[in-house]
Antibody, heavy 119, light 106 residues
Framework: EVQLVESGGGLVQPGGSLRLSCAAT????????MNWVRQAPGKGLEWVSY????????YYADSVKGRFTISRDNAKSSLYLQLKRLRDEDTAVYYC????????????WGQGTRVTVSS | SYELTQPPSVSVSPGQTASITCSGD??????TCWYQQKPGQSPVLVIY???KRPSGIPERFSGSSSGNTAALTISGTEALDEADYYC?????????FGGGTKLTVL
């Protein structure tokens, strides 16, 4: 079964750091671009970051630019998101999602990992 | 930055047709996708390329797009269709989601 499994979430103080991981199984991870999408409690979906299959192209939402870093290891079929200088407003469930194309969207989503920023 | 606007809520009676709109500047020139999210679950892609259904998505889900508006239509709405629905398009080097619409089946 094609699957994405996130991990690494938790409770962190404002200004702190965290590294999220997303493990992909049962598909050729290196052939797909990937995204991180987050959802604050009771709020809608917010796109966070995009990385192409070969890591040549990377985009960030303005709200996280300069603080978050997306990366991937195709040999390990894994996607990462390094979160730094965390703020209260970064509290959310973070999903990784497989990106097909700008026309076809995100067809596989993980179950999400919860990040809580609080003192 | 590019923005997509959805109505916060839509209500529909079982068996009737529900329509959820998504507005954005010249949205019809882009492709729109739609996602369904039920409480406590991850989003699920229900429409891509404006009007195509992924395998496993019931035929009662359809999509359209023209001008500045895209729409998700659910025909013969069932109780299990009650969920939040999000439109999504590709902006200029960004992925953009609408604010989401809560569909209530009552």
């Amino acid at each position: 079964e094609v699957q994405l499994v996130e991990s690494g979430g938790g409770l962190v103080q404002p200004g702190g750091s965290l590294r999220l991981s997303c493990a992909a199984t049962e598909f050729t991870f290196s052939s797909f671009s990937m995204n991180w999408v987050r959802q604050a409690p009771g709020k809608g979906l917010e796109w966070v970051s995009y990385i192409s299959s070969s890591s040549n192209t990377i985009y960030y939402a303005d709200s996280v630019k300069g603080r978050f870093t997306i990366s991937r290891d195709n040999a390990k079929s894994s996607l990462y998101l390094q979160l730094k200088r965390l703020r209260d407003e970064d509290t959310a469930v973070y999903y990784c999602a497989r990106w097909i194309s700008s026309s076809d969207g995100m067809d596989v989503w993980g179950q999400g990992t919860r990040v809580t920023v609080s003192s | 930055s590019y923005e997509l606007t959805q109505p916060p809520s839509v209500s529909v009676s079982p068996g009737q047709t529900a329509s959820i709109t998504c507005s954005g500047d010249k949205l019809g020139d882009k492709y729109t996708c739609w996602y369904q999210q039920k409480p406590g679950q991850s989003p699920v892609l229900v429409i891509y390329q404006d009007n195509k259904r992924p395998s496993g998505i019931p035929e009662r889900f359809s999509g359209s797009s023209s001008g500045n508006t895209a729409a998700l239509t659910i025909s013969g709405t069932e109780a299990l269709d009650e969920a939040d629905y999000y439109c999504q398009a590709w902006g200029s080097s960004t992925v953009v989601f609408g604010g989401g619409t809560k569909l209530t089946v009552l």
